[in-house]
């Protein structure tokens, strides 16, 4: 099965700084890669998705970048704002050998400091 | 629409005793998965339903298991529940229309289980 590592657990960045988020996920059959943030006591939400047919996808202050050959993909925040404070998940949709599968990384907590 | 809704919101029981968790999906989303989540753990794959049947399955005792409805709704079921039970489960909905494929899966709140 697929295994996704998220690096680091946590990080904490003066607001205004930038962020950077790093996955990494094992197997190549992977093709979707979704970011959730979820706040304190409320439930995981997308924020953005990259396929792996695109090395890099933006909106606004957030940006993702996938590298297929290193199996490896990231989260970019610049300008960083205090409610931008949460914990991030990776994830890596998995497709193959009949099985179907959203994996998730253990999280990084982020702390953005006024 | 209404988003993806799970009852009991909070739930305490003993160890032994088992549970089950509700699960209301987005209107017209088939595809229904559950997630175990704990502090270091993240989010823990358990099993995804598609138009009552289970067509996926994490690494999880059989202790676990689940169902759907006609109406996608769905239910979770822990039997001989233990300490390490203790964790918000989370559901997520999508439209699940082709297996492999990947469709947007959207959260519930969450069901916060405490096994004393």
């Known amino acids: 099965g697929e295994n996704v590592e998220q690096h680091p657990s946590t990080l904490s960045v003066q607001e205004g700084d930038s962020a950077v988020i790093k996955c990494t996920y094992s197997?190549?059959?992977?093709?979707?890669f979704p970011w959730y943030k979820q706040e304190l006591g409320k439930r995981p939400q997308l924020i953005i998705d990259?396929?792996?047919?695109?090395g890099e996808k933006k909106d606004q202050r957030i940006a993702v970048t996938l590298n297929k050959t290193a199996k490896h993909f990231s989260l970019h925040i610049t300008e960083t704002q205090p409610e931008d404070s949460a914990v991030y998940f990776c994830?890596?949709?998995?497709?193959?050998?009949?099985?179907?599968?959203?994996?998730f990384g253990k999280g990084t907590k982020l702390s953005v400091i006024p | 629409k209404a988003g993806v809704t799970q009852t009991p919101r909070y739930l305490i029981k003993t160890r032994g005793q088992q549970v089950t968790l509700s699960c209301s999906p987005i209107s017209g989303h088939r595809s229904v998965s559950w997630y175990q989540q704990t502090p270091g753990q993240g989010l823990q794959f358990l099993f995804e339903y598609f138009s009552e049947t289970q067509r996926n399955k994490g690494n999880f005792p059989g202790r676990f298991s689940g169902r759907q409805f006609s109406n996608s709704r769905s239910e979770m079921n822990v039997s001989t529940l233990e300490l390490g039970d203790s964790a918000l489960y989370l559901c997520?909905?999508?439209?699940?229309?082709?297996?492999?494929?990947?469709?947007?899966?959207?959260f519930g709140p969450g069901t916060r289980l405490t096994v004393l």
């Open positions: 994830a890596a949709y998995y497709s193959g050998a009949g099985s179907y599968q959203l994996t």
């Open positions: 197997d190549s059959a992977s093709n979707y």
């Open positions: 997520a909905s999508s439209l699940g229309r082709r297996s492999g494929s990947y469709n947007e899966q959207f």
């Open positions: 990259i396929r792996s047919n695109v």
